[in-house]
């Protein structure tokens, strides 16, 4: 057990995904420095990725047990011999999937699809190697230096938790189709929960001229239009070819297919939603209009750093989306219950940094 400093006394368990709406903490071995790029971390800011709604509703292929989490902030622990860029006490993003920096898909800025522990592989999935969840006490860090971004002291460990996964995710969607219609009036179809938010706050701080945004969830868009969207609970025939950038974040076929009809000749349409098996998409509007259109799981890595620089410049909020702080013992109960982005904290060990709204 890691007892350095002796801060650290307690058993290392991990977040456990045991059933539908069941999580449990179990114990588990400490994880140790193996090699001398690693790290182990100690997250203390730990969010859903909207999957695990998903997952812990019992509503993916995913089969139970496993460790759940893949967003998290932490402080670091331990670091390898080769380790340069953090050090023990460093506030950290942690990125949903080990990226070694050095193959050719990590060269190219492609660290989903990183090999060093199967493509698949990923932390809180039960994809490729066993890494782990970003709810666990302790998490090893496989390639420290090429994975770990620091996190300012002026920025709230709570507020950006999510720069593993969704809030980058959304930043590099939105900027597929931005980048090609810069200042273009934007289109956000949410609903699977966080991720069509963070997609507003991202197209405006991109440039976007304005974002309208639909969802039927009315939580959802009074969050949205705190963030500056225009809010609709439906879908709006005078939307017809008047966008030129739409992203869909929501699962519902029908949705989708009319996510198209927004578009504006030589539009661009990202998907930030997981679909486990094909859909129809309307491929003569497509052929007809030009129409460009992109999905894939977020290499989220080399955009952490742009994305904690818009929040420290005050472009992005990310605070406004997280929806319930809960003390980091509680998580079994506290995840279970629907909450749209709910953070597991607790107070650090290794930092002198102090998280505001959570206990001593
Ligand atoms: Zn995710
Ligand atoms: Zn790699």
């Not at 950290?92 to 080990?98: A, E, N, S």
């Not at 190697?129 to 860090?141: E, I, K, Q």
């Not at 705190?226 to 076929?253: N, R, W």
């Amino acid at each position: 057990m890691i007892k350095q400093k002796d801060e650290r006394t307690e058993q290392m368990r991990e977040l456990v995904y045991v059933g539908r709406r069941t999580l449990e903490w179990r114990d588990a071995a400490d994880p140790t420095i193996q090699g001398d790029r690693q790290a182990v971390v100690r997250p203390i800011a730990s969010t859903t990725c909207d999957l695990d709604h998903y997952i812990i509703a019992g509503h993916t292929p995913f089969r139970p047990p496993f460790a759940i989490g893949h967003e998290c902030v932490a402080e670091v622990v331990d670091v390898g011999d080769a380790v340069a860029t953090v050090t023990r006490g460093d506030v950290v993003v942690v990125p949903w999937k080990p990226s070694c920096g050095d193959c050719a898909y990590c060269l190219a800025g492609l660290t989903a699809s990183c090999e060093a522990y199967g493509m698949a592989g990923a932390y809180g999935v039960p994809l490729g190697a066993d890494l782990g969840g970003l709810f666990s006490d302790l998490v090893l860090v496989p390639f420290a230096d090429a994975m770990l971004v620091v996190v300012p002291d002026a920025l709230d460990p709570i507020a950006v938790a999510s720069a593993s996964d969704n809030l980058t995710d959304a930043y590099i969607n939105v900027h597929k189709g931005l980048d090609r219609h810069p200042g273009a009036r934007v289109l956000v179809w949410g609903g699977v929960g966080s991720l069509g938010l963070y997609a507003v706050d991202q197209a405006l701080a991109a440039g976007a001229m304005s974002v309208e945004y639909i969802d039927a969830n009315p939580a959802r868009r009074a969050r949205a239009a705190s963030l500056g969207a225009a809010v609709h609970e439906t879908y709006d025939d005078g939307f017809l070819m008047q966008f030129p950038v739409v992203v869909c974040a929501t699962l519902k076929p029908e949705e989708f297919r009319r996510s198209f009809e927004a578009l504006k000749p030589g539009g661009h349409l990202s998907s930030l939603s997981i679909f486990f098996e094909d859909k129809p998409a309307p491929f003569w509007e497509m052929y007809m209009r030009d129409i460009t259109f992109s999905t894939g799981r977020p290499s989220s890595r080399p955009h952490i750093p742009h994305v904690l620089d818009l929040c420290l410049q005050g472009a992005l909020h990310p605070e406004k989306v997280v929806s319930k702080v809960i003390p980091w013992e509680e998580a079994p109960a506290g995840l279970v219950e629907p909450s749209l982005k709910p953070v597991v904290a607790r107070q650090p060990l290794y930092s002198s940094r102090r998280l505001q709204g959570v206990g001593a």
